[in-house]
């Protein structure tokens, strides 16, 4: 038998963490008024496997069709 001379390349942080997650926009409440306002509401313990923990500072930059979510470091 043929002796296997392969390597696993193991997955480095980056990679084990990096996932894509589906949401829906929904919308805030106005009293019944009419033209709501859009609403997105993010949560999971993922948040804080990658560094989201409760009371975290982030910002939210916006971008031609997307938003870039970072963690503010040293705040």
């Known amino acids: 038998m043929a002796k296997c001379n ?3 390349k193991p997955l480095t ?3 084990a963490t990096v996932k894509s ?3 829906t926009v929904g919308y805030l409440p106005n009293r019944r008024k009419p033209n709501p306002s859009p609403q997105m ?4 313990k993922w948040l804080s ?3 989201f923990h ?3 500072h982030f910002t ?3 971008q031609a069709g997307e938003l870039v979510i970072r963690l503010v ?3």
């Open 60 to 62: 939210i930059n916006r």
């Open 13 to 15: 942080v980056t990679e």
């Open 21 to 23: 997650r589906r949401y």
């Open 54 to 56: 409760i009371g975290s």
């Open 41 to 44: 509401i993010i949560s999971g």
């Open 73 to 75: 470091k040293n705040h």
């Open 6 to 8: 392969c390597k696993v």
């Open 49 to 51: 496997e990658l560094g």
